[in-house]
């Protein structure tokens, strides 16, 4: 990794599913190492790790936390960028009906994956991961294997998708605009 040429501005973001077995959480905590490991050799400058429960619902109508609203935001960007690199999120996303225990409705949520992880470079978003393309299917730990042996990425990065901060409990309350720099929310 000496002589790494990675800009200062590059950085990643590690979504990962709460509550899981005992061997997910492990598998994340190998993947949070690697990518210290990557800040550590300045081949990343940030690292971000983002918490997100197993389910979110599907439509901003139907969010009701910032925190909902920021997770669908920025599955919406990770879309575009994948449409516009003709690949595809799935199966790390997949929408399924929900009972409520609560009010006995049914609703629509969106599950997230165990971990996801989405590359900037500034404001550009250059690589979500999982996605699929042309039938394969690349995964967390194969593309921290790439980006460990800086293979350089063929893939087209989507502009002005950075992400400004999860809220936080002592944040302002919910905003038309979750996020000023990513194109707004498209209901599938």
Sequence with gaps: MQGSTQPDDTR?????????????????????????????????????????????????????????????????????????????????????????????????????????????KGSELTCVTPHTAEGDTVTVSERLTMIEEEEELTLSPLERASATRAPTQSDSPVVDTVDEDSDPLRPE
């Design 12 to 120: 990643a973001e590690l979504y990962v599913r709460s509550l899981l077995p005992d061997g997910h959480t492990q598998q994340q905590a190998a993947v949070i190492d690697r990518l210290e490991g990557l800040s550590d050799a300045d081949v990343l400058s940030d690292i971000t790790v983002q918490v997100i429960g197993r389910q979110i619902p599907s439509t901003p109508a139907e969010a009701r936390t910032e925190l909902g609203l920021f997770a669908l935001n920025r599955v919406s960007v990770f879309q575009e960028w994948a449409k516009r690199n003709d690949c595809t999120l799935e199966p790390a996303f997949r929408v399924r009906t929900v009972d409520s225990e609560i009010s006995g409705e049914q609703y629509r949520a969106l599950v997230f994956p165990v971990q996801l992880l989405a590359e900037y």
